[in-house]
Structure formats: structure tokens, C-alpha cells
Nanobody, 114 residues
Framework: QVQFVESGGGVVQPGGSLTLSCTTS????????LGWYRQTSGGQRELIAR???????TYASSVQGRFILSGNSGKSTIYLQMNDLEPEDTATYYC????????WGQGAQVTVTS
């Protein structure tokens, strides 16, 4: 059972921007605080942005000030606006519920290269 569908990945030059989308079911969207993870080739999956219970957002230091997490409850979708991208941001990006990790989606590949 697919819980999350990520989209919006692509190839971008350093300094460019991309916006990722993650759609889930309304049940999941309402029940859990969602967030974005990323995994580099050969690396571990890390949480980079998340909603907290009070609605605030927390970002990893590596993306703070460059990435923006937002959501659309009507579409059961969260977004990750990524600005000023760096080659180090190259990874596969996933969404999930940090407090209760559900089945992973296929992810969205982001490649930052000149």
C-alpha cells in the first residue's frame, strides 16, 4: 500500500531552485506530522524538514534558510521549496511521518550539477 507519492525532482544548476511535492491520503495527512528526508548515494536517510505538533517547522542546519516546508490540506500534499541549491543537495528526497515512519514512497531524485 503506497502511503506517499513524491514528485518534482530533476536536474538543476547550483544556485537554482526546485519544488518537490508529496501527496498522501487525507487520513495520513491529518493524523501525522509530516516531513521531508533525503538520502545520498551510499549515505543514510536524514530528516531535513518537518512539521511539529504545534504547527511550527524544524529544519536541519544544512538546509535552514534555503528550504521551505509548506502544505495544502485540501490536497493532502506537502511541499519542499528548495532554493540556492548546492551540489551537496544531490540526493533522493522522501516524505514520511517522523513520529511513526510509514511505508516509504519511491522518492524524488534531485541532482545539482553544473
Amino acid at each position: 500500500q503506497v502511503q506517499f507519492v513524491e514528485s518534482g525532482g530533476g536536474v538543476v544548476q547550483p544556485g537554482g531552485s526546485l519544488t518537490l511535492s508529496c501527496t498522501t491520503s487525507q487520513t495520513v495527512y491529518v493524523k501525522y506530522n509530516l516531513g521531508w528526508y533525503r538520502q545520498t548515494s551510499g549515505g543514510q536517510r536524514e530528516l531535513i524538514a518537518r512539521y511539529n505538533m504545534d504547527g511550527s517547522r524544524t529544519y536541519a542546519s544544512s538546509v535552514q534558510g534555503r528550504f521551505i516546508l509548506s502544505g495544502n490540506s485540501g490536497k493532502s500534499t506537502i511541499y519542499l521549496q528548495m532554493n540556492d541549491l548546492e551540489p551537496e543537495d544531490t540526493a533522493t528526497y522522501y516524505c514520511n511521518a517522523p513520529n511513526k515512519v510509514l511505508m516509504w514512497g519511491q522518492g524524488a531524485q534531485v541532482t545539482v550539477t553544473s
